[in-house]
């Protein structure tokens, strides 16, 4: 068991490590996948789109099929179901997108200041990154974000959601005795995936909003950027220091 100490859980695509080159290599192994099946491909044109990246309107399935995705991985997902891609296709384009991402392939960067602040916030408080993402590239990319020092705990191949509720459980449990709810602060860009399960605990949660969370979604912080959420997670930490 530890002493009592507030926990910061962080995501790691689209909060700690940003730029859209992962996922658009995630759609290119896609679209090649489909090209060799003989199939249309679009999941990349389809992506850009949902991204803003153009102006081009994909075709309405695809349109339609992306329509309400959580994130550019889920979009390039559900386009590429919409073309008939296979389960061992997705599989493979993932993993082939990690990859690159470990070899730094794809351009990526952190939020401005991140480092900065977490390197500012009490000492008693842990930094936990959790992500869906295997281990593949994750070690890599806080080395190369300049983060390694500042998240030391990685807890990949999370199996979001479902496997969230038990991790952030697991990790209060640690303590003697366990952690409160709200001395853990889950911020994503996910609600689902990286609050939804923290909030259900009574747990603190921040959400950056790059794309509309869904209705039901009841966050404590919201912001478009991990940026705007500094503020809050620097008050949290120093409100639970001493809780």
């Not at 940003?18 to 759609?27: C, E, T, W």
Request: glycine share 10%; charged share 20%.
């Amino acid at each position: 068991m530890t002493p009592a100490h507030p926990i910061l859980v962080l995501d790691f695509d689209g909060t700690v490590c940003l730029g859209d080159g992962p996922v658009l290599a995630y759609a290119e192994l896609l679209d090649a996948a489909l090209a060799r099946e003989g199939r249309a491909n679009g999941v990349g044109r389809t992506l850009r789109w949902f991204l803003g990246e153009t102006d081009a309107i994909p075709d309405d399935v695809l349109v339609a099929a992306v329509d309400g995705s959580a994130d550019g991985y889920a979009a390039a997902e559900r386009a590429a179901r919409a073309l008939g891609v296979t389960d061992a296709d997705l599989s493979a384009a993932y993993a082939g997108s990690r990859d690159a991402l470990a070899a730094g392939a794809v351009p990526t960067w952190a939020p401005p200041g991140l480092a900065d602040l977490l390197a500012s916030l009490p000492g008693d408080v842990e930094v936990v990154l959790v992500t869906n993402a295997p281990e593949t590239g994750v070690r890599e990319q806080l080395a190369h974000l300049g983060l390694d020092g500042v998240i030391l705990r990685v807890v990949a191949s999370a199996g979001k959601p479902a496997g969230m509720g038990p991790i952030l459980e697991g990790l209060r449990a640690e303590q003697e005795p366990p952690a409160r709810p709200e001395r853990l602060l889950s911020v994503g860009d996910i609600w689902r995936n990286d609050l939804e399960p923290a909030f259900a605990q009574g747990s603190v949660t921040a959400l950056i909003e790059r794309f509309a969370a869904p209705a039901g979604a009841t966050p404590t912080f919201r912001a478009p950027t991990i940026e705007g959420l500094y503020p809050a997670i620097a008050s949290w930490a120093g409100v639970t220091r001493n809780a």
